[in-house]
T-cell receptor
Framework: DSGVTQTPKHLITATGQRVTLRCSPRSGDLSVYWYQQSLDQGLQFLIQYYNGEERAKGNILERFSAQQFPDLHSELNLSSLELGDSALYFCASSPRFGSTGELFFGEGSRLTVL | AQTVTQSQPEMSVQEAETVTLSCTYD???????LFWYKQPPSRQMILVIR??????QNATENRFSVNFQKAAKSFSLKISDSQLGDAAMYFC??????????????FGKGMKLTVNP
């Protein structure tokens, strides 16, 4: 158990809909990362938040947004869903200072868009 | 931008044998971290081993060891005495460790390892 909690584990929805994925980082970790894993693109970095502020942005679509709340949990919002958004979405966390570079991953949220 | 390349999409090994997974990366940084993560069918990403670039000594974790060649930008993983539970996707990953603003991991595309009984 990595200590990172993601909900829901599975989600099935239709094209055009909007979903929210939730992540609770390990206790004490200030950084949260979101990754998308699809068969053809591998693990793609989407976005990172540190202590409530956006720190780095990767290949995140404009239809996607994220935020980190004062209690450090994070949400990834996916809107106007398309078939190609079907993927496994991972959240990971890490401490900031004294970081060894390692990220601790949750079990992922499997999104299926029909 | 940093890139990580895993050129072998699939490999197989006999149980109890040794297998080596290859990885190359590209970076202009002098200090960074390299990782091997394992993703079994349960899909959980599990850290296998970590290497700090400033350390010349290759990292070892039980049956897992790396061959880190900094000049060649090569980072291979050797699995000794392979077990059925080693069957998984293996991802090589790079982190600048906070230099340049983010500690994010950059992943290779992964390699599927099959262990034959």
């Amino acid at each position: 158990d990595s200590g990172v909690t993601q909900t829901p584990k599975h989600l099935i929805t239709a094209t055009g809909q909007r979903v929210t994925l939730r992540c609770s980082p390990r206790s004490g970790d200030l950084s949260v990362y979101w990754y998308q894993q699809s068969l053809d693109q591998g693990l793609q970095f989407l976005i990172q938040y540190y202590n409530g502020e956006e720190r780095a942005k990767g290949n995140i679509l404009e239809r996607f947004s994220a935020q980190q709340f004062p209690d450090l949990h994070s949400e990834l919002n996916l809107s106007s869903l398309e078939l190609g958004d079907s993927a496994l979405y991972f959240c990971a966390s890490s401490p900031r200072f004294g970081s060894t570079g390692e990220l601790f991953f949750g079990e992922g949220s499997r999104l299926t868009v029909l | 931008a940093q890139t990580v390349t895993q050129s072998q999409p699939e490999m197989s090994v006999q149980e109890a044998e040794t297998v080596t997974l290859s990885c190359t990366y590209d970076t202009s940084e002098s200090d960074y971290y390299l990782f091997w993560y394992k993703q079994p069918p349960s899909r959980q990403m599990i850290l296998v081993i970590r290497q700090e670039a400033y350390k010349q000594q290759n990292a070892t974790e039980n049956r897992f060891s790396v061959n880190f060649q900094k000049a060649a930008k090569s980072f291979s993983l050797k699995i000794s005495d392979s077990q059925l539970g080693d069957a998984a996707m293996y991802f090589c990953a790079y982190s600048a460790g906070g230099q340049g603003g983010s500690e994010k991991l950059v992943f290779g595309k992964g390699m599927k390892l099959t262990v034959n009984p």
